[in-house]
């Protein structure tokens, strides 16, 4: 069954202001991955989190893999319309299972 | 490159029929996975491959079938289509395990 679970289900914010979502779980995971998805499309990483407590930035975008492990943040700066779509966080069971959140649908008020 | 090209785009089916949904890379990678993806479910993991001759079951096999007969290509084969199978279908590569997937653009399944 699903193991990660991801929250907000859904945002609705303003252009210009600031995102938060998270990623937790019952179970320890060695490395934490977001993605996004476009509509119409498959899903395209943005961030991967190799070590607990690491903190990376892309552009606009920083994740932190949790010190217990067993969770992971995202947070998105200044949202620009083209942010739009749903992200996932994903994390490695095992060696060679990739497992995902439910995701989080972005949507941006001009 | 392509990259990761799946077909087709968009199937219906009618419950019982077979189909086999087409992937392929160009990127010479060796690890290739298949997901389902359902609404408020996010991605599951159907079967993936470790490299040619190679295949193991995810966390949602039951229904589907894959073989590895060269690095660029992994079919997913519905035996007898369901209902239940209804979804959108994503294939996925990467060099190695645990390095970054990357996604083809789907394939829309109804089966009716």
């Known amino acids: 069954g699903q193991q990660l679970n991801q929250s907000p289900q859904s945002m609705f914010i303003q252009e210009g202001e600031d995102v938060s979502m998270n990623c937790t779980s019952s179970?320890?995971?060695?490395?934490w991955l977001w993605y996004k998805q476009d509509p119409g499309e498959g899903p395209v990483l943005l961030i991967a989190l190799y070590k607990a407590g690491e903190l990376t930035s892309n552009g606009r975008l920083t994740a932190q893999f949790g010190i217990t492990r067993k969770d992971s943040f995202l947070n998105i700066s200044a949202s620009i319309p083209s942010d739009v779509g749903i992200y996932f966080c994903?994390?490695?069971?095992?060696?060679?299972?990739?497992?995902f959140g439910q995701g989080t649908r972005l949507t941006i008020n001009p | 490159n392509a990259g990761v090209t799946q077909t087709p785009k968009f199937q219906v089916l009618k419950t019982g029929q077979s189909m086999t949904l087409q992937c392929a890379q160009d990127?010479?990678?060796?690890?290739m996975s298949w997901y389902r993806q359902d609404p408020g479910m996010g991605l599951r993991l159907i079967h993936y491959s470790v490299g040619a001759g190679i295949t193991d079951q995810g966390e949602v096999p039951n229904g589907y079938n894959v073989s590895r007969s060269t690095t660029e290509d992994f079919p997913l084969r519905l035996l007898s289509a369901a209902p239940s199978q209804t979804s959108v279908y994503f294939c996925?590569?990467?060099?190695?395990?645990?390095?970054?997937?990357?996604f083809g653009p789907g394939t829309r399944l109804l089966v009716l």
């Open positions: 996925a590569s990467s060099y190695q395990i645990q390095e970054t997937q990357y």
């Open positions: 990127m010479n990678h060796e690890y």
């Open positions: 994903a994390a490695f069971r095992g060696a060679q299972k990739l497992v």
């Open positions: 179970s320890i995971f060695n490395t």
